[in-house]
């Protein structure tokens, strides 16, 4: 696709989503519970400092209206909603305007059927996840962003942990954070802390990570008691079950793995998975005792699983994802069903790779 294309959605995008943003006083913004989001909402902040910001975070773990307290959003009555790195679909962009009865802007780099003048995401229709690394990304492009680049960084290195040493972005995210005076480990750390927050279900700990990231930045965020405290407990479960953990099943290339966590760190594990089998498919299938909800996680670094995702998508499961990864929030009595549609899936769309 051209780059005039894409120049020319930024354009439209940019148009309407100002446009609305600058006549409205009070702003509700929405945003996904990692570091990306945490960091997109500060970024929309700074973007946009007269205006008067609300916080919502959905339900940790969940995506759709269900997640999302539509009674704490109406008591900030805002004059506009924005959803940020999030992931949802057009539907529920509808529902929950018509339950609020405010116009919603989304931006999103998550692979979903979003299309409008007030909903961006370039990746549903140009398919190429690497332009736009991480919702910061997409900001810093969509209100042509110039300051700020630790932030803007800080939501690619969420996203892409320590797979970004092998990426082409790697030297690039260097020398954006160089003037700051930052290192990428230490992005990479400030992303483990303020994650840490969602993966133990800590809602005020994730509130409290994106003011102190707001007020203090990367720094702040490297100095917080709070925050270490989450992630010395969230490392103890991880180091032991990667110590311990092995697959089920090897069907090639998938590489299938089941594990009970008591927190949230799904992706976490999965993302440690993928990096240690680079040229195989993970699946990884877990239960996480906190949530009371099971997962089912798919990586690969090596394999393109976007048509894995739009048919399982098509088969009605509750699936949200990328080019490279994916994961299903499985239906607790349909778990075999869905684990077993999954696999089938994977192997019919990858055995041409």
């Known amino acids: 696709m051209s780059s005039a294309l894409i120049t020319h959605l930024l354009n439209k995008w940019r148009k309407s989503i100002v446009k609305r943003i600058k006549r409205a006083k009070r702003v509700a913004i929405i945003h996904h519970w990692d570091t990306d989001g945490v960091a997109s909402a500060v970024l929309i902040s700074e973007c946009f400092p007269d205006k008067c910001f609300s916080y919502h975070i959905p339900r940790i773990g969940l995506y759709g209206l269900e997640a999302i307290d539509v009674q704490d959003i109406k008591k900030a009555y805002p004059d506009i909603i924005i959803i940020v790195d999030y992931g949802i679909t057009k539907d529920v962009v509808e529902q929950l305007k018509h339950k609020v009865k405010k116009e919603v802007i989304v931006i999103d780099h998550h692979l979903t059927d979003l299309e409008g003048d007030l909903l961006c995401n370039p990746i549903g229709i140009i398919h190429d996840e690497d332009l736009y690394p991480s919702t910061t990304w997409l900001i810093k492009e969509l209100f042509k962003v110039r300051q700020h680049m630790d932030i803007i960084a800080l939501g690619v290195i969420g996203d892409y942990g320590k797979y970004l040493e092998q990426s082409i972005l790697s030297n ?54 709070t925050l270490h405290k989450n992630l010395n407990c969230v490392n103890k479960e991880i180091e032991r079950i990667l110590l311990s953990i092995k697959p089920v099943e090897v069907r090639k290339p998938l590489r299938i793995f089941e594990v009970e966590t008591k927190n949230y760190i799904t992706s976490y594990l999965g993302r440690e998975l993928s990096y240690r089998y680079k040229d195989e498919v993970i699946v990884m299938i877990n239960y996480v005792k906190n949530l009371d909800l099971r997962y089912i996680y798919v990586r690969s670094y090596k394999y393109d699983l976007s048509k894995a995702l739009k048919k399982l998508k098509d088969r009605g499961l509750c699936i949200g994802g990328k080019n490279h990864v994916f994961v299903i929030t499985c239906k607790a009595r349909d778990y075999i069903r869905e684990k077993d549609l999954t696999l089938s899936v994977l192997m019919e769309t990858l055995s041409g790779d």
């Open 172 to 225: 690039i995210i260097g020398n954006m954070i160089k003037e700051e005076g930052l290192s990428i480990n230490q992005l990479v750390r400030a992303s483990q802390l303020i994650d840490s927050c969602y993966r133990v279900g800590d809602y005020e700990g994730i509130h409290h990570a994106r003011e102190v990231l707001k007020s203090r930045g990367i720094i702040g965020i490297l100095e917080d008691k």
